[in-house]
Nanobody
């Protein structure tokens, strides 16, 4: 089992920045990839960014150039740097981990609110 704990959300003005963190614990050696999803009110949960254990990132087209995902394997932590925030980025951001058998684990979510 893998446990995920997110931190770093909050209220920020449009154009500002935030850095989200997600610390994994438990069977961390089984983690193949980690990522961030977000869910706005009334909408589905969508992938924002994902990074493999080897450090290869992928991004949703809507966030390319503004979001940067990174990970520290020694700390079992993944980060999401969010720049040039827009009101449309307002959502609950969820950390996700995927093990080698493609089982998914989720954090409790952290709220990001962007005011215009």
């Amino acid at each position: 089992q893998v446990q995920l704990v997110e931190s770093g959300g909050g209220l920020v003005q449009a154009g500002g920045s935030l850095k989200l963190s997600c610390a994994a614990s438990g069977s961390t050696a089984s983690i193949a990839a980690m990522g961030w999803y977000r869910q706005a009110p009334g909408k589905q949960r969508d992938l924002v960014a994902r990074i493999t254990r080897g450090g290869i990132p992928t991004y949703a087209s809507s966030v390319k150039g503004r979001f940067t995902i990174s990970r520290d394997n020694a700390k079992n932590t993944v980060y999401l740097q969010i720049n040039s925030l827009e009101p449309e980025d307002t959502a609950v951001y969820y950390c996700n981990a995927e093990d080698w058998s493609f089982k998914a684990y989720w954090g409790q979510g952290t709220q990001v609110t962007v005011s215009s």
